[in-house]
């Protein structure tokens, strides 16, 4: 890493502790300056195997929001990228970063995902989610979000909501006409919450969740209609 892009990987966690040792280590294969896990109170051992693994660990209250603000706050570099524990970026996402970023218009991204499942249905969730940044803006979480530290700090964080930090997060950007750009990546993504709930299920349940949010019902409000569900979430 250059002294010219200093690179800080956030991971939120609840109860990944079969995850989280593979999240570290391929996150510290990105060669950042810092890798934070922000945990929210899990029952597991998710905390102490992100510790043996080599990362930051903070002790956080529950929701994605809240950990992700405190663990971009314990970290150093000058790039915040947000990844979810249960999704990787390959090595080349940090010369793709460097190079969208290198155009000061640029205030950040995220990355085509390649989820880890052979089913066409998975290859249409791809093309629609990689879409849906390059037409209309909008990142969510599991496309590992990243963003200028500066430009994270001026508009305020993420929500600190229980639900669709990430949709609120774009939709300042989009209002302040900050554009951000899709990368190749790819970012893997694993397809535990599509199996458990069904693809076409799941997809309905995150559409019906963001036509709330456009009704004006609160992110907190729809949390508690989404908490049977959110185990493992991917919105």
Not at 2 to 25: C, D
């Amino acid at each position: 890493m250059t002294s010219a892009f200093r690179l800080s990987v956030v991971i939120p966690t609840l109860n990944e502790a079969a995850l989280i040792e593979r999240a570290v280590e391929r996150a510290f294969a990105l060669q950042p300056i810092d890798v934070v896990v922000a945990d929210g109170q899990s029952a597991d051992q998710t905390a102490s195997l992100a510790a043996a693994a080599g990362a930051t660990v903070l002790a956080c209250r529950p929701g994605r929001g809240n950990q992700m603000n405190a663990g971009a706050a314990a970290t150093t570099g000058d790039i915040l990228l947000f990844l979810h524990a249960d999704g990787w970026l390959e090595p080349q996402g940090v010369e793709q970063m460097q190079s969208a970023l290198a155009d000061p218009k640029i205030v950040g991204g995220a990355f085509r995902q390649r989820i880890d499942h052979d089913g066409r249905v998975f290859r249409c969730l791809e093309w629609g989610n990689a879409a849906r940044v390059s037409w209309r803006r909008m990142a969510y979480g599991d496309q590992g979000i990243f963003i200028r530290r500066s430009v994270f700090e001026e508009i305020g964080h993420f929500p600190e909501v229980q639900l669709m930090e990430d949709v609120l997060l774009m939709s300042e950007l989009r209002r302040r006409s900050l554009p951000i750009r899709l990368l190749a990546g790819p970012l893997h993504v694993d397809p535990r919450s599509w199996l458990k709930q069904g693809v076409i299920r799941q997809t309905l349940h995150n559409w019906t969740l963001l036509a709330g949010l456009r009704l004006g019902i609160s992110p907190n409000r729809l949390a508690e209609l989404y908490r049977p569900h959110r185990r493992h979430k991917h919105l």
